[in-house]
Structure formats: structure tokens, C-alpha cells
């Protein structure tokens, strides 16, 4: 390693150790300063400009900082930024509040630590909801991960509404099937029997012995079903199995890169039914959620971090456009 | 045996399932239920064979002192950590009073997955955002109407789906504001295009299972 | 129990650091951490899969003296062993028997859920009542009708486009790179709110800067 770098490595240490021990905490950016922050970037992406227009392109490494610096610093500043509901995300909370006192919720929790900071925060925000409402849930999933995050999110649930702790009795208002390999097989083989596929829930109880479960068998028996999926097995396979085949009213969560396509499975078919009642797509999607719930936490703490971060690629691809159009009027 | 049996299998296990959807009735789902179950089990098969294969290798590298060994050695040590630690807890929490499940909150297999497994996999997978900014500012060009096409439609989803786009366009009335036509891109002009791909993808899928089951696709056995 | 606590979260942001270290270049602390990941991958799923599947959903039934079926997933644990033969190359040929129990069994579920969910459901979608609702629906339905037949007609690669054919492609075409605009946008959303979480992580969870 060339000493610059070990240098620039120490460097990095010391300044993580200075923050750690030395900073003020939490950091919060006064408006004038944020302002200064605002107005900095813009000079940056001037600068930027500029060279691109030069002909002399930046390098990575400098995209790479602007990216880093663009998603860090909103995280100190204090604009709020005003959260507009989808029509998706209203079609899955109107889906809930219709659902009565006692209802079942089948929550399928597939996704994996990695989509996390998208999914995690609707899921949380959705068990609160549940709990705080009444409703039932019987928690699995189809990827490994997700029991565990299913967790995190009862977790959150008890920690934000600390009265739920004592109202809410595992086994009585809530159960965690644990997870099953065999992706959509598992999802067919819950069609007909929920116990064939789970016998013992993640704490190895049996299936009958779980007062929720009583007389819970398939689908036929729940009374909604909400997946929260980063990829495959997620909301595909469960409308093309528990809605499509066994008529179970569905509502997902997805990763954005997922959302685009689980849009045609919303619209009405000759039935007069939607495979898909709603959708909330990425973060943006979560923090509606969240606003709906009356839960304001991460994911719309997260948007104007996001909302920067949108900013900063499309300035990059406007500058890159334009250097090359430049460019071929040149050679014209 | 080695080419006849398989397909054989390919063809029972297929038309069960076919068979199946159209009379779910015994013995037919009963087909399908047992299949089901056996493809759970398997499912576990297939992912130790993965993980005993990726043992396999990272042996042979040290053996045989190939590049990257020091690294085979750290994978395996990972490896027999988590595995240890893993069994230890499912074993520990089956005999517990109360039973406890090997993943709660508390066990160390719940403290490697909080504070090794679940930074690296998120992290590996954070870095994308910034190759994304990056190739979009080299590569992403509006070099015909296509390509046009695809941009102004990243445009307008990227800054409607996120409130800065109807603040930059607040002087407009609600119905002409950014989220508005983010919303009626996804749900009409993405809609046609992914539906036009989920039917093409479907009828392609249909004539694939075809002859798979049929035994007319064999690329699955591998060679003799 | 504390100390434990602490030091998870010092070790989570080392090995957080580590992998970023990967966007200035291919580095020994990347290359640490990457096979940490990778064994402790591999060692995660094993686990699981042992616990979830191979104890649950085997040994939990075929020890029940009461399930009258317990005989039936031992069919499943025999082809699951033949698939571990593929490890050793002399008898690595067993493999192929659950491996078509596998492909047989996707391909037969895929034929019809594919084929109802993803083109019946999704066509009788799209051939709507052209004259219903209001105009903001009637536009919608009816751009939704041309755009997925065009898109569609451009699929069918064994007529020349050409001609009229040729125009309803190229429509086609126009709808499918919407499509993938589209998809860039909320890709390049889902890839940004992965590094948010992670860095609210280090200066939230671990430095403890963001409010």
C-alpha cells in the first residue's frame, strides 16, 4: 500500500474517532446553514458542469463524493419535506382500516437485511398499525431472514407504543411461523393446509397447540394478506398463488426496483377484482405508510435524503448530456 | 438409467402439477401435496450442497496453496463460527424451559447476524448507489428518441416519487404537479410495457415447462 | 452483556467501513471482509435451513407416531441426499434424479401459474370497455390497450417489421423504453435508500451524530 493511502486510511480513523468521541450529538444544522450547504452543492455541480462542458470528465471517485455527501448531509439538516399519499399506498391502508377487530393478517416477511432501510420501516409501521387495531397477525416467511426482521418489527412496535407490551400476548394476538425453503410450493401447500407446511412455530410449539391457529387451517381462513418482498419468492408468487388461485385479498411492500412491475397486477380485470389491492413502493411508499399510521419515523426521515440523492443523478446525467450533445455538434 | 430415469421424474413431478390444478381433488392433490413437501426438503439439500461446495473449494485452495488461500482460510473459519454458534443455540433453546428459538434477541447466533451478516450483506449491496450515479453521468446519453424516451421517463419518476418534485412544480394546479404525472406513467405507460412483457415472458414460460416436461429440454442433466 | 452490545456495533461499522473502502479500490481490508461475508453466508443458511426445514418439516413429522403420512417425507430426504452426490465426481450422477424432481415440478407449477396470473388475468385486463368511466379513465384503459399490444407486436420477431407491422412495433418500442425509464427511476430510488440506511447507521447507530 503507497503511503498517501495509508496516510488518507489514518486519516479516515482519526476523523471516525474524533466524531465518536468529540462530536456533538446529535448534529443539527441551523437553516442558515443548510441554506450554505444547499448553496455549496450547487457551486460544486457548477464547477462540475463546467469541466464536463471542457471536455475534461470527472473522475468516479469525485461522482462517489458527491453521492456520499448529498445523502449525508440532509440527514443534519432540519427541512421537513411535505409527504403527498399515492393512490397504491390509500388502497392498501383503506384495505386495513376496513378490517374489523380480531381479523387474521397473513404476514409474509421476505426479504433480507440488505433492502432493509426500504422495507424495514413499512413493516414496522405496519405492525404497529396491526397491533394498535386490533388485528391478527400470523407472521412467516419465504425468505431466511425475514422471521428475524419480522421480529425487529414487533420489536419496534412494543418500543414506540410501550403499552402494547403488556396488551399484546404472543400466541393470543400474534404468532411467528418461522421460515420454509420451497418458495412458491410453500405458498401452494398453505392453500391447503397451514399446519402441513409450519407444524411448530419458530419457538417449536405445535401448530395446535397455538390458541391464534385455532381454527386457522389455509387461506380460506385469513382474512388479508400483506407481503413485504425484496425480490424472489415475494409478491409474484403470492398473487399468483394465494390471490390468483385461493382468492386471497393481497397488499405488498416492495423494494422500488420491484414496485414497476407489480403495477399491472393492480388494475381491475373483467371480474371486477384486483389481483393486487395496493402497493407501497420503496421508501417513498414506506414514509406514505407511515403518515397514514401516524407513525413519522425513518422513511420520511430518509426522504430528503433521498430527494437529494435524485437530485445529484439527474444533474449528473444533464451534465453528461450536454457535454454530449456539445460534443456531437462539434464533430457536425 | 442415467438419462431415461430423470426425465421420468421430470415428466411424474410436471403433469402432477398440472393435473392438479385442474382437479384438486384426491388423489391429485394429494400429488401435489407430497411434491410439495419433498421440494422443501430438497430446497435444504440444494442450499448445503452450496455451502459444502464452497468448503470444498476453499480446502482445495489451501491444499494446494492457490491465490487468495489466507482468504479460503478466513471463509472457513466464518464459516465453522456461525455453524457452532448455530447449532449450539437451536440445541440449547429445544431443551430450554421455555423453548427459545436460535435466532432470538440475546443468542449469539442473533449477535453475529445483528453485527456481521447483516452490515456486510447491506453494505455490499448499498455500494450500487453509487455506481449507479456513476454510470448514469458516463454512459446514460440521449442518443435517439428511444433512449430520450427512457430518460424523461427516469426524470419524471425520479423526482415525482420524492415531495422535491411537487415543490418545483407547486405553482401548477394538483392535477399537472410532478407526483401526478409520476403516478400516471406508472400506472398507464409502465403498466402497458410490463404487462406486454409478463404476457410475452408467460406464453415463452409455457412452450419452456412444455418441453421440459416433455423431455425435449435436457440442458438441466448436464452431460454423461 | 453491555460490552458485548458496544462491541457489536464498533465491529458492525469496522466491517461497514471495510466494504466501502472497496469505491477508492480493491483493497486487503475489502478483501477481509468480503470473505467474512461470504462464510458467514454460507454458515447462515445452512442453519437455517437445517433448523426450519430439515428439522421442522422432516424430523417433526416423521417422528409423530400420531401423522399417518410420516413415512412420505422420507421420498424427499432420500432425493435430498442423491443431490449432496454431486460433490463427489464418480457418483456425482445421482444428482440428476432430485434436480428433475426440481426442474419437473417448477416447470409444471410455473406452465400454470405463469400462464393464468401473467397472461390470461393480465389480457382480460387490458380489453377493457373503451366508452366507460370518465376521460381521464377512458384515455388510460385505451393507452394501456395499444401500448400493450404494440408492445407485444414488437415480441413477435418472426414477422419482418415492416410496414404497418413495422409501426405498431416501433410504438411498441416507445412504451417498453417508458418502461424501462421507469424502472431506471425507482432503481436508482431503491439503490439510494440502501446507502441511506447504512450511513444512518454509522453516524446514527455508531457515532450517534444524526438526531
Not at chain 3, 401459474?113 to 366507460?132: D, E, L
Amino acid at each position: 500500500m503507497k503511503v498517501k493511502e495509508l496516510l488518507a486510511a489514518v486519516i479516515i480513523v482519526l476523523f471516525f474517532l474524533l466524531c465518536y468521541f468529540f462530536s456533538p450529538k446529535p448534529v443539527q444544522f441551523s437553516p442558515t446553514v443548510s441554506v450554505v450547504v444547499i448553496i455549496l452543492l450547487s457551486l460544486a455541480f457548477v464547477y462540475v458542469f463546467i469541466r464536463t462542458f471542457q471536455g475534461k470528465f470527472i473522475g468516479r471517485r469525485t461522482v462517489f463524493v458527491f453521492v456520499g455527501v448529498s445523502l449525508l448531509l440532509p440527514f443534519f439538516m432540519q427541512f421537513s419535506l411535505p409527504v403527498l399519499i399515492s393512490p397504491e399506498v390509500r388502497s392498501v391502508y383503506d384495505a386495513l382500516e376496513e378490517l374489523p377487530p380480531g381479523s387474521k393478517v397473513l404476514a409474509s416477511f421476505d426479504y433480507d437485511p440488505a433492502s432493509a432501510p426500504e422495507l424495514q420501516p413499512m413493516a414496522d409501521a405496519f405492525m404497529k398499525y396491526a397491533f394498535e387495531h386490533g388485528l391478527k397477525v400470523i407472521i412467516m416467511g419465504l425468505w431466511p431472514q425475514g422471521p428475524q426482521q419480522a421480529d425487529q418489527s414487533v420489536q419496534a412496535a412494543f418500543a414506540e407504543n410501550p403499552g402494547l407490551r403488556d396488551s399484546i400476548k404472543y400466541g393470543r394476538d400474534y404468532v411467528n411461523l418461522g421460515f420454509q425453503a420451497g418458495n412458491e410450493f410453500v405458498i401452494l401447500r398453505m392453500g391447503e393446509s397451514f399446519k402441513a407446511m409450519f407444524p411448530t412455530d419458530l419457538y417449536n410449539t405445535p401448530y395446535d397447540s397455538i390458541p391464534l391457529l385455532k381454527n386457522v387451517s389455509n387461506f380460506s381462513n385469513v382474512d388479508f394478506g400483506m407481503n413485504f418482498s425484496a425480490g424472489k419468492p415475494g409478491t409474484v408468487e403470492w398473487v399468483q398463488i394465494a390471490s390468483d388461485r385461493y382468492k386471497l385479498p393481497m397488499g405488498a411492500g416492495n423494494t422500488a426496483v420491484q414496485a414497476p412491475m407489480a403495477y399491472p397486477y393492480m388494475k381491475k380485470g373483467e371480474s371486477g377484482r384486483k389481483q393486487l389491492i395496493g402497493l407501497l413502493g420503496g421508501m417513498a411508499g414506506g414514509a406514505e405508510f407511515e403518515k397514514l399510521t401516524k407513525k413519522q419515523a425513518k422513511a420520511t426521515t430518509y426522504l430528503l435524503s433521498q430527494s437529494f440523492a435524485h437530485m445529484v443523478v439527474i444533474m449528473f446525467i444533464i451534465i453528461g448530456n450536454v457535454a454530449f450533445f456539445r460534443e456531437k455538434k462539434e464533430k457536425e | 438409467m442415467k438419462r431415461e430415469l430423470p426425465l421420468t421424474i421430470a415428466f411424474i413431478a410436471g403433469i402432477a402439477f398440472i393435473i392438479a390444478y385442474f382437479i384438486p381433488h384426491p388423489p391429485f392433490n394429494r400429488f401435489e401435496n407430497w411434491f410439495s413437501d419433498w421440494f422443501a426438503i430438497i430446497a435444504a439439500f440444494a442450499i448445503w450442497l452450496g455451502a459444502l461446495n464452497l468448503m470444498k473449494i476453499s480446502f482445495i485452495k489451501i491444499i494446494r496453496k492457490k491465490s487468495d488461500w489466507l482468504h479460503a482460510i478466513l471463509i472457513i473459519i466464518s464459516f465453522v463460527i456461525i455453524l457452532f454458534f448455530g447449532f449450539y443455540e437451536g440445541y440449547r433453546g429445544l431443551h430450554a424451559d421455555p423453548p427459545f428459538s436460535f435466532r432470538d434477541p440475546g443468542t449469539s447466533f442473533d449477535w453475529i447476524y445483528v453485527n456481521v451478516y447483516t452490515p456486510l450483506s447491506a453494505t455490499m449491496f448499498a455500494l450500487l448507489a453509487f455506481f449507479v450515479a456513476s454510470a448514469s453521468y458516463r454512459a446514460f446519453r440521449a442518443r435517439n428518441l428511444e433512449a430520450t424516451l427512457l430518460l424523461l421517463a427516469a426524470f419524471f419518476v425520479m423526482l415525482g416519487r420524492v415531495p422535491v418534485g411537487d415543490i418545483i412544480t407547486g405553482w401548477l394546479p394538483m392535477e399537472y404537479q410532478m407526483s401526478q404525472w409520476a403516478s400516471w406513467i406508472m400506472n398507464v405507460l409502465n403498466t402497458a410495457g410490463q404487462r406486454a412483457i409478463m404476457i410475452g415472458i408467460a406464453l415463452g414460460l409455457v412452450s419452456t415447462s412444455l418441453r421440459i416436461i416433455l423431455g425435449l429440454e435436457r440442458a438441466y442433466m448436464g452431460g454423461d | 452483556m453491555e460490552f458485548w452490545h458496544v462491541f457489536g456495533i464498533w465491529f458492525a461499522a469496522a466491517l461497514t467501513i471495510g466494504i466501502i473502502s472497496f469505491l477508492y479500490r480493491d483493497n486487503v481490508l475489502y478483501k477481509i471482509c468480503e470473505a467474512i461475508f461470504v462464510g458467514t453466508s454460507a454458515g447462515y443458511w445452512f442453519i437455517v435451513f437445517f433448523w426450519d426445514n430439515l428439522y421442522k418439516k422432516f424430523y417433526v413429522q416423521v417422528s409423530d407416531p400420531t401423522n399417518p403420512e410420516r413415512y412420505v417425507p422420507w421420498v424427499g430426504f432420500v432425493l435430498g441426499v442423491l443431490m449432496l452426490t454431486r460433490l463427489f465426481s464418480k457418483i456425482g450422477w445421482m444428482s440428476r434424479w432430485p434436480m428433475a424432481f426440481i426442474v419437473g415440478a417448477v416447470a409444471g407449477l410455473y406452465m400454470m401459474i405463469y400462464f393464468v396470473s401473467n397472461a390470461m388475468v393480465q389480457v382480460s385486463s387490458t380489453i377493457m370497455p373503451v366508452f366507460i368511466g370518465s376521460w381521464s379513465e377512458i384515455i388510460a384503459n385505451t393507452t394501456i390497450a395499444i401500448g400493450t399490444f404494440c408492445g407485444l407486436v414488437y415480441f413477435f420477431f418472426s414477422k419482418e417489421h415492416r410496414g404497418a407491422f413495422g409501426g405498431a412495433a416501433r410504438i411498441g418500442i416507445w412504451f417498453l423504453m417508458i418502461t424501462f425509464g421507469a424502472s431506471f427511476g425507482y432503481t436508482v430510488m431503491s439503490r439510494m435508500s440502501l446507502m441511506i440506511g447504512r450511513l444512518d447507521f454509522l453516524f446514527g447507530t455508531w457515532l450517534g451524530m444524526i438526531p
